[in-house]
């Protein structure tokens, strides 16, 4: 079985980097920092669902035979291992979408080391159903759901507010419903005397899922998760959960903690880049107070975490909006290439086209170009452009993430939050 394994997960790891490196350019560095022991719990930052399937390879094969045949196991989001996850990853287009509603991954995705993990504060609305059914029975949507959540899911749904009440829950798990029950939402669309019930089993379950993965790193095993437990919604770091530190109580006192950062160099017409890095181990973790390891976590993040046009082009573009300047191709290079260099001097790690002119030229034409097509500036002379006015805001529903809708704003929030750990740089 596990040599069987062993070749599964090869396949499969071969395929991501394949896959992936067809799109995306991909830099790994700072695997010499990862020893390769068990009880390693291999902690990456999340900005995008995309984190994993990039970052899994690297680590593996660099591991070797021991990981890719069962040495590493993986803490994913519950929603991951149910049916619908498929097309909620693959929203376009959309025939292609229906086509993968029906399919579960979950029996592969446990054959392959994986855990579900749950999320008690925000679950799509899909979850709370399937929850609902395992607790409440088969019953009416209005029985469970306040009259606010089903006039939202009706709209959305396209129906009378009436017929979507009266559907059974087993019935709202159809395609029909797929887009409607997309939303992630709290506790609050449940009905008071509902909430109680559900909130006992979600605790029930989570404590039994930790003892899980507490058994696993207690053995010779390491797990692959997010600390975070979510999609950072504005490009920040968001605070480590509290699973983490339970399951600190449940492991060996010489487990280490891995720092992984994944940064995307998003805003270009060209292929987009993916950098991965590896921070030093945090070694005894357990031994320290929660909030000083979360700081911790955070530091060897974003000291590992590295600059890209995507971040330092943005930096410009938020100052020339403020002061509401117009610029030339020239001038953004020679931003974009000094602060890379200044950067790069204080020990921060950069994408190194940006520390050579003629290919920092290149990526922020990229850049610039990306940035006109998205409504982010207009040309007003050759080569020359002004910011359109807007706010950096990011106003995203709970659960989802604003580089999509909001990239200038999302990639100025991540340079922002890199930079909080070097005083003295001026960006």
């Given at each position: 079985m596990r040599h069987l394994q062993f070749l599964v997960r090869s396949f499969i790891a071969a395929l991501f980097v394949v896959a992936t490196r067809i799109f995306y350019r991909i830099e790994v560095h700072g695997l010499e920092h990862d020893p390769g022991t068990p009880h390693t719990y291999l902690a990456i930052s999340h900005k995008r669902d995309l984190d994993a399937i990039v970052a899994i390879p690297p680590i593996f094969f660099?591991?070797?035979r021991r990981a890719l045949a069962g040495g590493v196991h993986f803490a994913i989001r519950a929603d991951a291992f149910e049916r619908g996850y498929l097309a909620r990853m693959v929203p376009r287009p959309r025939w292609l979408s229906r086509l993968l509603y029906p399919i579960s991954v979950g029996p592969l995705l446990r054959w392959l080391g994986a855990h579900p993990i749950e999320q008690l504060s925000l679950r799509s609305a899909s979850e709370w159903v399937r929850e609902l059914l395992r607790i409440e029975g088969d019953v009416q949507a209005e029985e469970v759901f306040t009259p606010t959540f089903i006039h939202e899911a009706a709209s959305t749904a396209r129906v009378s507010f009436q017929e979507l009440a009266a559907q059974r829950?087993?019935?709202l798990l159809v395609w029909r419903y797929?887009?409607?029950?997309?939303?992630?939402?709290?506790?609050e669309i449940l009905l008071p005397s509902v909430r109680q019930r559900?909130?006992?089993?979600?605790?029930?379950?989570?404590?039994?899922?930790?003892?899980?993965?507490g058994t696993l790193l207690s053995g010779e095993h390491s797990l692959f998760t997010s600390p975070e437990g979510q999609l950072s919604p504005t490009g920040t770091l968001s605070p480590v959960t509290s699973g983490l530190h339970r399951l600190l109580r449940l492991v060996p006192s010489g487990m280490s903690i891995l720092p992984i950062f994944i940064?995307?160099?998003?805003?270009?017409?060209?292929?987009?880049?993916i950098f991965i890095d590896v921070a030093p181990p945090i070694s005894l973790p357990s031994t320290l107070p929660t909030h000083e390891l979360d700081a911790h976590?955070?530091?060897?993040?974003?000291?590992?975490?590295?600059?890209?046009?995507?971040?330092?082009?943005s930096g410009f573009l938020v100052v020339a909006k403020r002061t509401h300047s117009a610029?030339?191709?020239e001038e953004v290079v020679e931003h974009v290439f000094q602060q890379a260099s200044l950067l790069a001097q204080a020990g921060r790690h950069v994408d190194k086209q940006l520390l050579h002119r003629r290919q920092a030229r290149r990526r922020v034409a990229s850049f610039l170009t990306y940035a006109e097509e998205h409504g982010l500036i207009r040309p007003v002379g050759l080569l020359t452009w002004e910011p359109v006015p807007g706010d950096t805001v990011i106003k995203v529903r709970p659960g989802e993430t604003g580089y999509g809708q909001a990239p200038l704003a999302y990639a100025w929030n991540e340079l922002q939050d890199m930079l909080t750990v070097e005083e003295g740089i001026c960006v």
């Amino acid at each position: 079985m596990r040599h069987l394994q062993f070749l599964v997960r090869s396949f499969i790891a071969a395929l991501f980097v394949v896959a992936t490196r067809i799109f995306y350019r991909i830099e790994v560095h700072g695997l010499e920092h990862d020893p390769g022991t068990p009880h390693t719990y291999l902690a990456i930052s999340h900005k995008r669902d995309l984190d994993a399937i990039v970052a899994i390879p690297p680590i593996f094969f660099h591991r070797g035979r021991r990981a890719l045949a069962g040495g590493v196991h993986f803490a994913i989001r519950a929603d991951a291992f149910e049916r619908g996850y498929l097309a909620r990853m693959v929203p376009r287009p959309r025939w292609l979408s229906r086509l993968l509603y029906p399919i579960s991954v979950g029996p592969l995705l446990r054959w392959l080391g994986a855990h579900p993990i749950e999320q008690l504060s925000l679950r799509s609305a899909s979850e709370w159903v399937r929850e609902l059914l395992r607790i409440e029975g088969d019953v009416q949507a209005e029985e469970v759901f306040t009259p606010t959540f089903i006039h939202e899911a009706a709209s959305t749904a396209r129906v009378s507010f009436q017929e979507l009440a009266a559907q059974r829950l087993s019935r709202l798990l159809v395609w029909r419903y797929h887009q409607a029950l997309l939303p992630f939402y709290s506790e609050e669309i449940l009905l008071p005397s509902v909430r109680q019930r559900s909130k006992r089993h979600l605790m029930q379950r989570v404590k039994q899922e930790l003892a899980d993965l507490g058994t696993l790193l207690s053995g010779e095993h390491s797990l692959f998760t997010s600390p975070e437990g979510q999609l950072s919604p504005t490009g920040t770091l968001s605070p480590v959960t509290s699973g983490l530190h339970r399951l600190l109580r449940l492991v060996p006192s010489g487990m280490s903690i891995l720092p992984i950062f994944i940064m995307y160099d998003f805003m270009t017409m060209g292929r987009p880049a993916i950098f991965i890095d590896v921070a030093p181990p945090i070694s005894l973790p357990s031994t320290l107070p929660t909030h000083e390891l979360d700081a911790h976590l955070h530091e060897a993040w974003k000291q590992s975490a590295r600059f890209t046009c995507t971040q330092l082009g943005s930096g410009f573009l938020v100052v020339a909006k403020r002061t509401h300047s117009a610029f030339t191709l020239e001038e953004v290079v020679e931003h974009v290439f000094q602060q890379a260099s200044l950067l790069a001097q204080a020990g921060r790690h950069v994408d190194k086209q940006l520390l050579h002119r003629r290919q920092a030229r290149r990526r922020v034409a990229s850049f610039l170009t990306y940035a006109e097509e998205h409504g982010l500036i207009r040309p007003v002379g050759l080569l020359t452009w002004e910011p359109v006015p807007g706010d950096t805001v990011i106003k995203v529903r709970p659960g989802e993430t604003g580089y999509g809708q909001a990239p200038l704003a999302y990639a100025w929030n991540e340079l922002q939050d890199m930079l909080t750990v070097e005083e003295g740089i001026c960006v």
